[in-house]
């Protein structure tokens, strides 16, 4: 009995150890990096390690505020909604023409779509030749360039999310539907989207998370500082202040701020959504 | 099925109208630009304006030459340095959390899949500045215990252990959703069968859990495998390739070749050369995630 006891406080200590453990490494960092954005210049440069009790600052914010980072911040925030909203959109038009419409080669379709899940995940490699073709018909450096790459990057995992979500509603209500006089696309709309709403949520969350974070076609694809996105405004306070790192810093956690808000109101539903779609790096 | 050729009739076409806008911009994003590598990789370019057929000439000037081996070499030890310690710290902490409570269990998996969360440029970032510069806690903690600050950054080897523990900080949490996942549809009875023969907690890691893991872990590897192999943010923003070339991986070679250096066509030979192998993996992931089954 207290052999047991013993074991039992003791896989309880081990299981407080991991928490304690994963979550110091998972956020230290940006814990550590909010420390900094909010310290003056000398405070920065001391090599006495202090995460608190230091002379608070909000200067670093207000230079990337009133900076370039502040305009990026909120054309990636329209990039990201945009690309989001159409994402889901198309995504469960796809996804339910897939699970629930009989037509040729959709085995095939949907192998495609699937195939693009990793493929998307290439943007070193697929940014040269997109460069160049785009730079070819006039359509980089436009307003839309990377709103429909960012939809683009994301689509695939999105529709396998909602298909996922799809299939999960019996077909049995879709012949209910039919019986009360409703269209194919009535079916889709009012009866199977209502009931995917986890599904709608995982997906939107991981586009505007993709949208928001993408750096390598961003850094290239757009020349004018109004359509630059926020993780290229970012990494131009590495160049352009060299070890400026109360800026940076600043900068890097007023882009998290909105993505860990996301992931700790709505984590949930990204988690099983990322499950169900199994999925992407 | 004869019965109703209008309806299937209609049904195709609403198929087709459904799909359109996601065909159209996959091919024009995804597919397109994958067989335009290869193309452009043939052609003259003048930095992004075709001037003619160049051949192979682009091929030889970055792929087939010399510095590749060592540029292969590097990548070779990223990725696989990044793949097999995720993999390693993955496994165990998924089945950790596969044992737990519903809600702890995803309370966790929340607090887990925070990096990845973060965007590359944005983990590389904090990472770096908290671990890795003589100003931040890495350095701290080393000069309490060994009295002695650290630089990791200006050595070879050490620039490049470091480029590893970002990109793996940065995807653990995402290995460890995806191993819980396949762990919910392994069967329990199987557990506590191991369990009533005896086997030992680390019997039943490696009799049980790994084999019945199997195709779950392909899937982790492979995923791993393309999104390391084509990560030029974390070496761009941590080392930037240094010190000299000690970090210099393909996709950063590909992203400076093209857009530091300007040549687009020894860029496009690097990408095609690289696209070979994204091919290779994103057909091994397509089959293993077993859609070629028929659903229904």
């Not at chain 1, 943007?123 to 359509?139: Q, R």
């Not at chain 2, 990109?167 to 549809?185: P, Q």
Request: glycine share 8%; hydrophobic share 55%; with cysteine.
């Amino acid at each position: 009995m207290n052999r047991q006891r013993q074991k039992a406080f003791a896989g309880r200590l081990a299981a407080m150890v991991g928490v304690a453990i994963i979550a110091v490494v998972n956020l230290l960092p940006v814990l550590w990096g909010m420390a900094t954005s909010l310290k003056p210049v000398q405070e920065i440069l001391s090599p006495q390690l202090k995460l608190w009790g230091f002379s608070a600052t909000t200067q670093h914010y207000e230079t990337v505020i009133f900076g370039s980072f502040g305009t990026a911040f909120m054309t990636s925030l329209g990039y990201g909604i945009a690309a989001t909203c159409v994402a889901v959109i198309l995504a469960s038009m796809t996804a339910y023409a897939l699970d629930r419409l009989r037509f040729r080669l959709r085995q095939l379709v949907f192998y495609i779509i699937v195939a693009c899940v990793p493929l998307s995940m290439g943007a070193a490699i697929l940014v040269v030749p997109t460069y160049i073709y785009f730079t070819a018909l006039g359509v980089s450096n436009q307003w839309y360039t990377l709103p429909v790459i960012y939809l683009a990057l994301n689509l695939p995992l999105a529709t396998w999310v909602m298909k996922g979500a799809i299939e999960g509603v019996p077909t049995e209500l879709d012949q209910a539907g039919k019986i009360d006089g409703l269209s194919n696309m009535g079916i889709l709309v009012r009866v199977i989207i209502p009931l995917c709403r986890p599904g709608l949520f995982a997906a939107g969350m991981l586009v505007f998370i993709g949208a928001w974070s993408e750096f390598l076609a961003g850094s290239v694809l757009v020349q004018s500082p109004s359509l630059r996105p926020v993780q290229v405004a970012i990494y131009s306070y590495i160049t352009a202040f060299g070890r400026a790192w109360g800026p940076l810093t600043a900068a890097a956690i007023l882009a998290v701020v909105p993505i860990l808000v996301l992931l700790f109101a709505l984590g949930r539903h990204l988690v099983s959504g990322l499950m169900s779609g199994s999925v992407k790096g | 099925m004869a019965a109703a050729p209008t309806i299937r009739g209609g049904e195709r076409r609403l198929a087709a109208l459904l799909l359109a806008p996601t065909a159209i911009l996959l091919l024009i994003v995804l597919v397109l630009p994958t067989l335009f590598a290869f193309v452009y990789s043939l052609l003259d370019l003048r930095l992004a304006t075709v001037a003619g057929f160049a051949g192979l000439e682009n091929w030889q000037k970055t792929v087939f030459r010399p510095s590749t081996v060592p540029l292969l070499i590097r990548t070779a030890v990223f990725v696989a340095g990044t793949v097999l310690l995720t993999v390693a710290l993955a496994l165990p902490i998924a089945t950790w959390l596969d044992r737990l409570t519903r809600n702890r269990s995803l309370a966790m998996q929340v607090v887990v899949i925070v990096p990845w969360v973060l965007s590359t440029v944005v983990a590389s970032l904090l990472f770096r500045w908290t671990w890795l510069e003589s100003l931040g806690i890495g350095s701290w903690l080393a000069d309490v215990l060994f009295s002695s600050r650290i630089t990791p950054l200006l050595e070879p080897a050490s620039a490049m252990v470091s480029l590893i523990l970002v990109a793996t900080w940065r995807t653990l949490g995402f290995a460890v959703l995806l191993l819980v996942a396949g762990l919910k549809s392994v069967d329990a009875e199987i557990y506590e069968a191991g369990r009533v023969d005896g086997a030992s907690t680390l019997q039943r890691f490696w009799l049980l859990t790994v084999p019945l893991l199997r195709t779950s872990l392909t899937i982790v590897v492979i995923v791993l495998l393309v999104s390391s192999l084509n990560n030029a943010e974390v070496p761009l923003v941590v080392t930037g390739g240094g010190p000299g070339d000690a970090t210099m991986t393909l996709a950063l070679q590909i992203y400076q070749t093209a857009f530091t250096d300007l040549d687009f066509g020894g860029a496009a030979a690097l990408a095609s050369a690289a696209m070979v192998i994204n091919i290779f993996l994103v057909l091994a992931y397509t089959r293993m995630s077993r859609i070629g089954r028929p659903d229904q």
